[in-house]
Each structure stands twice: as C-alpha cells, then as structure tokens.
C-alpha cells in the first residue's frame, strides 16, 4: 500500500511559477515509478508527466514539455512538479499517481487526493 498526498494548489498569474508536492507513505517509494496527471472541469484526465524509479528517466505530454519538470527525491519519499510558464489551459486538479511500470500515461496502482492549480489570465 502505498498513501499519496499532493500539496502546493494554488491560484497563480499566467506566466507564473508553481511547485507541486506528492508525498508517499511507506519505505517503498523507490520501488514506484511515479506519474502527475491533472484533469480540468468537463475534461478527462489526462497524462502530465512520469519518472523512473530512481529518476533518472522522465516522460512528459506534449502540452508540458519544456515548461514542467518532474522531479524525486527517495530520501524524502517525495515526487515534485515544478510548473514555470503556465497558462490558464494549465488550470486543473493535479494528482500524483504510483506504479511499478515505466514509462506509463495509463492506469496507476495508487492515487493521491488531487490538489487545486488555477491559472489566472
């Protein structure tokens, strides 16, 4: 089992800045490839971005390349998404998700709760 809490939701400019944080419970995150996924109202949920089990492989959605970046760190049991440009399309719920497949933009064993990211413009 594996418990995922994502942080870091809040309203921001266009343009602006944003770090997400998905913490996991348990000693076994570095056994997980981790994934962000977000989904906007009406909308499905789609793919953002995924890292290897020991980070040194990413995989990111076409929408976010070059703009996001994914990141871990297994000391702290925690997968980042450092989010720069971003544009109102950005606005979403983001959730982080576990698996022990990579790469993945499919179905993940584990999900958090979501947290809130509104792009302003």
């Known amino acids: 089992q594996v418990q995922l809490v994502e942080s870091g939701g809040r309203l921001v400019q266009a343009g602006g800045s944003l770090r997400l944080s998905c913490a996991a419970s348990g000693r076994t995150f570095s056994t997980y490839a981790m994934g962000w996924f977000r989904q906007a109202p009406g909308k499905e949920r789609d793919f953002v971005a995924a890292i290897s089990r020991s980070g040194g492989s990413t995989d990111y959605a076409d929408s976010v390349k070059g703009r996001f970046t994914i990141s871990r760190d297994n000391a702290k049991n925690t997968v980042y998404l450092q989010m720069n440009s971003l544009k109102p399309e950005d606005t979403a719920v983001y959730y982080c998700?576990?698996?022990?497949?990579?790469?993945?933009?499919?179905?993940?064993?584990?999900w958090g709760q979501g947290t809130q990211v509104t792009v302003s413009s």
């Open positions: 998700a576990a698996d022990r497949i990579f790469p993945s933009r499919g179905e993940y064993d584990y």
